[in-house]
């Protein structure tokens, strides 16, 4: 029996790097560091749970209860092959935060190319983060359901090709420590 946490991590992606994928748990700052990393390098910013409403057109929170976690997760792995296949370049794909749980979602990206940065902080603090008046997170309960949930899926968020701390890091400075991580930004391709 293979442990995902003992498998080596995959080889960071070399030459031109024209999408990336931000992964993580709920509340480690995926969209708004996707959209500060968007704005910085020029490119697109994509958010998967967004473009999942908007082909829906219904809610996360709708999709959960309409379909549960299982119809939730394969409309994940459709809408991410169908904007990976749009053929965009230069985007900022955040993924949410059980997407990269997949191995189906994992493998997509891979194949591809993408490199997946795992945005990251202790449990207790993404729960403090997740306490948004607007915002309904299916799967954050209580806090020890969270941390456990946070648990489970730390073996595939470690298959990430970037582990980023963002406990007590600006925006800007996480932003910086991406771009230099996969030299982005350094090679002009048009955005199409």
């Known amino acids: 029996m293979t442990d995902a946490s003992v498998l080596p991590r995959p080889a960071r992606p070399s030459g031109f ?13 995926k969209t708004t560091v996707g959209q500060a990393l968007a704005d910085r390098l020029g490119w ?26 299982p119809g ?17 370049n230069c985007f900022v794909l955040a993924l ?3 997407a990269f749980v997949s191995s189906e979602v994992r493998q997509i990206l891979r194949l ?11 449990a207790e603090e993404l729960f403090r983060r997740c306490d948004q008046p607007d915002v309904v997170r299916p799967l954050r309960q209580d806090p020890d359901q969270f941390t456990k949930l946070y ?12 582990h980023v701390i963002t406990t007590s890091k600006e925006i800007s400075t996480l932003v910086e420590e991406i771009i230099a991580q996969f030299a982005l930004g350094q090679t002009s391709r048009s955005v199409e």
């Not at 994509?46 to 829906?56: K, M, N, T, Y």
């Not at 591809?112 to 202790?122: E, K, Q, S, V, Y």
């Open 151 to 162: 648990e489970q899926r730390l073996s595939s968020y470690r298959q990430a090709d970037l």
């Open 112 to 122: 591809r190319g993408i490199p997946a940065i795992w945005l990251d902080a202790p």
């Open 44 to 69: 697109r910013f994509a958010d998967l749970d967004q473009l999942i409403e908007a082909r829906e057109g219904r809610t996360v929170p709708q999709i959960f209860e309409q379909e549960g976690e």
């Open 17 to 29: 790097v024209s999408t990336v994928a931000l992964v993580g748990f709920m509340g480690a700052g």
């Open 72 to 88: 939730f997760r394969e409309l994940e792995q459709v809408v991410l092959t169908e904007a990976l296949n749009s053929g965009l």
């Open 96 to 98: 949410g935060g059980g």
